[in-house]
């Protein structure tokens, strides 16, 4: 077991429950968006803002952005803490990448429910 200072997870299994629910949200969503693209292959912007109008859909969304940043972070966390073992450095690199996942999702809900 990790008990260093750079340990933000709860416990292996959490991790591991983590990747595997957000593993079936982003497979979900991406059966979906591949489906519905299918079945429209005229598209045009009208389809596509109703679609993205109706509650249902940004519920969806938003749960597929939170799983995505969740599935990332679990990912990179292990990554950075089985390949930088200079704590220094596996913090700084671990801090860039909350930001970087934070940012992103602020900007995929800001996206989602702007005006």
Do not use: E, K
């Not at 991406?30 to 679609?51: I, K, S």
Request: net charge neutral.
């Amino acid at each position: 077991m990790v008990t260093n200072v750079t340990n933000f997870s709860r416990s292996g299994v959490s991790d591991w429950l983590i990747q595997r629910v957000s593993a079936v949200v982003l497979a979900l969503y991406t059966l979906f968006m591949v489906g519905y693209l299918l079945l429209h292959p005229n598209l045009d912007y009208f389809t596509w803002n109703g679609l993205f109008s109706q509650l249902w859909m940004r519920l969806f969304s938003l749960l597929a952005f939170i799983s995505l940043a969740a599935h990332a972070w679990v990912g990179m966390w292990t990554v950075c803490t089985d390949y930088l073992h200079a704590t220094g450095i596996r913090v700084a690199v671990q801090a860039v990448i909350i930001l970087a996942i934070f940012v992103f999702l602020v900007w995929g809900i800001q996206v989602l429910w702007g005006a």
